[in-house]
């Protein structure tokens, strides 16, 4: 969940590295840290805060040597304080290291190191990393064999990049990514592309278990047995770098706005890979569904779409979950995976469990380079562009798209969703029209505590989806509810100074929805409702434009999304680095 970089070549690394810290931000943003080796010493500064903060207070891209090393922080172990920031030295100065993942034993690690005689300055677990390094070079003088020796220590997962008092950059991976970008004027070694794009398109993924050793202009990649490896060079697509916020205050309310083409965009499919992908599902057993968070949201969906349409049962299981209840996957099993990033922990290890048990593996990814993508029998791209905003946004609706063209495929066009677009743009233009009525609702909703999003059937894994975002942007208090579950439970909760949001488009639920706002509404709870049809029931309405049924899941979701974000906004929050999150999940 953190972002780690290093650059050894002919420029200067401490600015080139404080502007790839600034892209991969979005990976984590509590503090931030570079360290750079020059006339054989090394030089680091570091703090809490985001990198534009610590770089006006630090100077960070003002360190001397063409050689360095920076890292973003999302804390596991140990506070947000500086002496918890990365990188982290030993106890000589003379080897510094920034790292992603968690090592599992190093409590065991620390106590044994310590009992050599060396102290600790962090609390963190990635400074066993620094001091293992420093015990293993100290006895070799070999970047390679310290390597080696200090990742058969390590448990865990991870992906480090250390700095050594010659110069030397030398990086290891294991269950978390390490990308190397190669440059006329010297290699970058970083956890994701988006560290070295602005620079070069050229990339080489490392494998698990890969050693990567920059020394003088060459680069050298290894296994953890110390034997060389071969890799190829991968050309990066050029648009993943295109991030700018352009007319909008924030990436988040940019890329709500983009839904308009993102949505379309994620229809555009190679004709024999979907092909081949919808192969896999329908030779298939039985067919399961995983993902975390908002790509969880999507299976609900997709689950009830291929139900619908395609005729096809789906289990779907939360890839938290997944390590506990695979019992009955086996190798006429397919598993899809849905992931944005396509290196969430929780996602990538319930895929491997589920590769280990024969299953055949699928993923709906919108980042193409990501593990994900790369370890999946077959993969279909989101194609929604890089999504900075830490909340999920267009990629939830592209996910939704795609979702719908796999099962149109599956039922031999039987939806027709390709048909649809034009009535799913104008729909989604409408609702993105009248943001300043939704932003205007959102003023007035600053002090309220708790709020409750209903809907049945298809609107269900909507309600949760809003939910999640007022969670995470606007920082309140807010629970999806299946309608027709009010009653056994959750109308307790329901008092004057609650909020209720009905999502009640005219189709099938309607009415049985509309009877549940009844029971809130004679509660005294303020009723909004989200809808094509107004009702006397709703203190605040928030209309959506009539359109084919299935289509409402992909419109609704819109004022949701603008909804969380001005409440945000409202709330003083920051809508695209939201507090204790990170948009890569990578630890689990
Ligand atoms: C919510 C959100 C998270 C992610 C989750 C999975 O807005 O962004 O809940 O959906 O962490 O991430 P991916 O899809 O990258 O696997």
Redesign the pocket.
């Known amino acids: 969940m953190c972002s780690i970089i290093g650059y050894r070549g002919k420029l200067d690394a401490a600015p080139l590295i404080v502007e790839s810290l600034k892209r991969m931000e979005y990976r984590g943003y509590d503090s931030v840290g570079v360290a750079t080796s020059n006339e054989g010493k090394i030089l680091m500064r570091k703090g809490v805060g985001r990198v534009v903060e610590v770089n006006k207070l630090f100077n960070l891209g003002k360190l001397p040597g063409q050689i360095g090393i920076g890292h973003t922080r999302w804390a596991t172990h140990g506070g947000v304080v500086n002496s918890n920031a990365h990188p982290h030295t030993a106890c000589t100065n003379d080897i510094a290291v920034v790292h992603n993942g968690i090592i599992e034993n190093y409590m065991e690690l620390k106590e044994e190191i310590t009992n050599l005689g060396h102290t600790f300055k962090s609390q963190t677990d990635s400074e066993v990393i620094a001091h293992l390094l420093e015990i293993y070079y100290l006895d070799s003088k070999d970047v390679k064999e310290a390597i080696i020796k200090t990742c058969k220590r390590l448990q865990g997962a991870y992906a480090f990049v250390a700095i050594f008092e010659d110069g030397v950059i030398g990086g290891a991976r294991y269950d978390e990514p390490l990308i190397i970008g190669i440059l006329d004027e010297g290699y970058f070694i970083s956890s994701d592309v988006l560290g070295f794009l602005e620079h070069t398109d050229r990339a080489i993924f490392l494998d698990n278990q890969d050693i990567a050793i920059i020394d003088g202009g060459e680069l050298q990649l290894f296994d953890f047995n110390g034997l060389p490896v071969k890799r190829p060079i991968t050309q990066v697509a050029w648009e993943l770098g295109a991030a700018d916020k352009g007319k909008y205050a924030h990436y988040t309310l940019k890329e709500i706005h983009e839904q308009t083409s993102t949505i379309i965009q994620a229809g555009t499919q190679n004709i024999d890979r979907m092909q081949n992908f919808c192969d896999i599902i329908l030779n298939a057993k039985s067919v399961y569904i995983t ?7 999507s299976a609900l969906i997709a689950k009830q779409i291929f139900a619908k349409f395609a005729k096809i049962r789906v289990e779907t299981i939360l ?1 938290s979950e997944f390590q506990y209840v695979h019992d009955l996957i086996d190798n006429n099993s397919v598993l899809i995976a ?7 922990s ?2 990538l290890q319930s895929v491997k469990t589920a590769k280990q048990k024969g299953a055949k593996i699928l993923s709906v990814v ?1 980042i193409q380079t990501s593990s ?1 993508a790369r370890i999946s029998d077959s993969s279909l791209g989101v194609n929604c562009g890089p999504e900075i905003g ?4 267009k ?2 609706t592209g996910q939704v798209s795609l979702i719908y063209h796999i099962a149109d495929n599956l039922c031999n066009n039987c939806i027709g969703f390709v048909h649809k677009n034009k009535e799913l743009i104008s729909a989604i233009e409408f609702v993105l029209d009248n943001e300043y009525k939704i932003a205007e609702i959102a003023n007035n909703m600053k002090d309220v505590r708790d709020i409750y999003l209903l809907g049945r059937s298809v609107h269900y894994p909507l309600a949760l989806e809003g939910a ?2 007022l969670k ?1 942007l606007a920082y309140v208090h807010a629970e999806g509810i299946a309608a027709g579950e009010l009653k056994h439970g959750p109308l307790a909760l329901v008092d004057l100074n609650t909020v209720v949001i009905v999502i009640n488009p005219s189709d099938a639920t309607f009415n049985d929805t509309i009877s549940n706002a009844h029971e809130i509404k004679s509660r005294g709870a303020k009723v909004i409702g989200i809808s094509d049809s107004e009702n006397h029931l709703y203190d605040q309405f928030i209309k959506i434009p009539k359109v084919s049924e299935l289509l409402y899941p992909l419109v609704e979701v819109i004022p949701l999304q603008i909804l969380a974000y001005f409440l945000a906004l409202k709330k003083n929050a920051d809508p695209d680095y939201p507090r204790n ?1 990170a ?3 990578t630890v689990k």
């Open positions: 993902g975390s968070g908002t790509s969880y949201n890839s849905i992931s944005q990033s396509g290196e969430s929780d996602v919108n994900l830490v909340a999920a946004t990629s939830f999640l975002k995470e999150l948009k890569s999940v």
